[in-house]
């Protein structure tokens, strides 16, 4: 009779790993920089390639690093909340430009909006790869020290600013 | 408006599909013919109905209603006309709808073609059928109504995405469906033998049909697939081990045991318990399989659009079935269960054999599918398991199960006495060793170990499933020839042998380069030179593209031109991979373009794959294996109702 049973048993045990899997994120991806000094890296910017921004740009407060690009959907869809919180003018917005075309990241900006500080042009993807990118866009935040402290893969909104940023930002001023 | 039907008629059907999965099942248990009797007309009215909701979904995408939300979603006015079609099922909303229009046509089947059956196993099998349906067709209606109105309708689409837009993925998802479904029937069948508990030999003979013809339009559905990833995403590999790719994969693994089991049970009346336990299985498989690909829990390349409500219902519905099933097993199936002893050496101690192999190659897929979700949940890490793992982990049952299937496909019944085998399969056995290492030195001019016991094990099967055709073939006058479902048996393991000569050739002779060309620049691959002729540009009907014109030549002699091209797609703003391929019996040429490097340069792929046609070909010869062994004179019927 017993064996009859193990099928049953199985399957009561094999359920509930589904159900927990449904509640985590697959896409929420741990960065090995957390806790970490952002890797370094220096660019010329987007605008003038004359000029350069890299890590010595981000010292002295907290700030956030935006990687996107002009043919990442996502990045459209968060642009405008970029923008908006541009405008709010809590935190610094670095913006790192990756695998993209310099006249199109510069049309883009120019007709959607600038929130960068300013935007570091990677054609060459290799500043993405040293901070691990895993996709379009990204955002990285990274305190005074130059550690990073959150990562996000995916467009942000202000939902998910107030839930995931804003305590980190708050618990690391207040320090 | 016609949406609007369409809604409607998913309404009707959920309100027959309430009828035929309640009172068949009530009338079989009090013995009522009446109520028994609706199950047939029923599930025809279901059909109709789920069949019109269809049909107007297809309607409103061929018209290109925008102001349906799923038609806004998924197509575009300038997408060409057969995909417009083929976008109805490229998403969540619309998959499921063609998803219960496939489990109401299997039903269909059922009542039509099963006159012989007695009254009640067919209302009980009709009205399981029927209970599936309302849980699907509840699904669609509760979480996922694909004629959802857009106010105000867009005046364009979003496009269907670029990768769907192919004609090998317009006919894969509906392959595969109709494989997938149709385990619907054998699960069906095996939950009304045990509400009845009576499983005879009969029982076999009705269901077997059923389940080998859905295995077979899952193999080519999964080699279609297989196909599609080959040319379309660009990589040039065949199979990746995603979790989605798995996911179809062990409902085949599972849904062959469950043939060969089948074949026990109707030809001995043995490993009932068993056949029920490999129903219940394959159906929970594929119902883990939607599960995976709709709930957003696995990142894949196939997944859908995550949404915790869709995740939740189908794991729910899930739940119900997989337990409720298993609950009636762990009750019903020990009394079904027949002691009639085999010999050791004997047929059923192979198809025994099969059983736990195929059974355990499942187990690792399923377990390496599931290790990420575990290790997470267990300490929060993320791990990835990879082609590496799956290789390894899945030859080790195979191998075995290989070389096994050429002895047992000519073991006796009962009890098989030595002598004569050894006499049959001396010279296949001989044979094999001497050709699988002289071949590859011949042709390729190298031999290793792995490569050896690959193109042993295929020249051995191919040897072993030739046999008895080939004696049927030579027979003297009057004597019987091979059954149809031998002969299917013979094909389908052909078509495995196949399938071996292509793999082991492939991985073994395969050779790669990734470099970057230039207009002008020659590659040396494989002693074929590649030349690079020009870039140039192209616009199709969504798209535009760079095209490399890539002249193939062998000792300065031209071979061919393949055209990779790199697609912008203009909706959807999305890059795609179009391959350059050369095709041919005995090896591909493939090109792939991959990015521009800038100053006129661009990284390309070029590949060559000997004997790789033979993967797709394999599994579609085991197809139509599958197609022949239905055809054999007992599965069809001789009565004819007026």
Known sequence: MNRFILPLVAAVVLIPILVLGLRSDPTALPSPYIGKPAPEFELPTLKDPAKTIGTANLRGQMSIVNIWATWCVGCRAEHQFLVELSEEGSIPIYGINWRDNRQNALNWLAQLGDPYVASGFDADARVGIDWGAYGAPETFLVNADGIVLYRFTGPLSWPIWEQEFVPLIAAGAGR | ?642
């Open chain 2, 1 to 642: 408006m016609i949406p609007e039907i369409g809604h409607f008629a998913l309404i009707l059907a959920l309100c027959l599909a309430l009828c035929q999965g309640i009172l068949p099942l009530v009338g079989a248990h009090r013995d009522d013919a009446a109520m028994m009797s609706i199950a047939r007309s029923a599930a025809a009215g279901q059909f109709l109905f789920v069949s019109i909701s269809f049909g107007c979904l297809i309607w409103a995408f061929i018209h290109d209603d925008f102001s349906v939300l799923y038609v806004a979603n998924h197509s575009q006015l300038s997408l060409p006309g057969i995909y417009k079609v083929s976008a109805t099922w490229s998403a969540h909303e619309g998959s499921l709808l063609m998803w219960i229009f496939i489990l109401a046509a299997w039903t269909m089947a059922v009542a039509r073609f099963s006159s012989d059956l007695p009254m009640k196993l067919l209302a009980r099998v009709i009205g399981v059928l029927g209970l599936l349906s309302v849980g699907f067709l509840l699904f669609a209606l509760l979480t996922s109504n694909p004629f959802e109105r857009l106010v105000p309708a867009a005046i364009d689409g979003a496009d269907l995405n670029p990768l769907l837009q192919d004609p090998g993925l317009a006919i894969h998802p509906p392959l595969l469906y109709v494989g997938y479904v149709g385990f619907s029937v054998a699960f069906a069948f095996a939950i009304a033998a045990m509400i009845s508990g009576e499983l005879d030999r009969q029982w076999a003979r009705w269901t077997r049909p059923w389940t080998i013809v859905a295995w077979l339009f899952l193999t080519m559905g999964i080699a279609l697939g297989s196909w599609w990833a080959y040319y379309e995403l660009g990589w040039g590999g065949w199979w990746f081990w995603d979790a989605v790719e798995n996911a179809s994969f062990m409902p085949w693994l599972v849904g062959t045991a469950l043939i060969h089991s089948l074949a026990v049970t109707e030809r001995r009346g043995l490993f009932k318990s068993w056949t029920l336990l490999l129903a219940i299985s394959v159906f929970s498989l594929s119902l883990l399989g939607t599960f995976l690909v709709r709930s957003g829990i696995i990142v894949s390349v196939h997944a859908f659009a995550t949404d915790p409500t869709r995740g939740f219902f189908i794991l729910a519905f899930l739940s119900i079935v997989i337990i409720g099933a298993l609950v009636l097993y762990a009750w019903r199936a020990p009394a079904l269960d027949s002691d009639v002893g085999f010999g050791l050496f004997s047929r059923e101690t192979f198809l025994l054999l099969n059983n736990v192999l195929l059974v355990v190659a499942a187990t690792l897929v399923l377990l390496g599918t599931l290790a990420p979700l575990i290790v997470e949940m267990l300490n929060g890490d993320k791990i990835s398991i990879g082609p590496p793992w799956f290789e390894v982990a899945f030859l080790v049952p195979m191998i075995p199960l290989i070389f096994l299937m050429g002895l047992g496909m000519h073991t006796a019944w009962r009890q098989q006495s030595t002598t004569p085998i050894i006499k049959l399969l001396r010279i296949p056995a001989i044979g094999a060793v001497v050709v699988g290492i002289v071949l590859p030195l011949l042709f390729y001019g190298r031999v290793g170990l792995m490569l050896a016991v690959g193109c042993i094990a295929a020249v051995w099967i191919v040897a072993t499933s030739l046999l008895q055709p080939w004696r049927s073939w030579r027979r003297k006058e009057g004597e019987a020839g091979i059954t149809r479902s031998a002969l299917g048996m013979s094909i389908a393991h052909l078509g495995m042998g196949l399938f071996v000569i292509g793999v082991t050739v492939v991985s073994a002779f395969g050779v790669e380069s990734d470099r970057a060309m230039r207009e002008g620049e020659i590659i040396e691959l494989a002693g074929m030179q590649f030349e690079m002729r020009e870039f140039r540009e192209v616009k199709g009907p969504n798209y535009d593209a760079i095209e490399g014109v890539v002249e193939i030549r062998k000792d300065g002699k031209y071979l061919a031109t393949v055209r990779p091209q790199k697609r912008q797609y203009l909706v959807q703003t999305s890059l795609m991979t179009e391959a350059g391929i050369h095709p041919s019996w005995n090896k591909d040429l493939f090109v792939a373009l991959g990015e521009d490097l800038g100053g006129g340069a661009w990284s390309v792929r070029i590949q060559y794959k000997p004997m790789i046609r033979f993967i797709w070909i394999g599994a579609f010869v085991m197809a139509l294996g599958g197609l022949v062994a239905v055809t054999d004179r007992r599965y069809r019927r001789k009565d004819v109702t007026p």
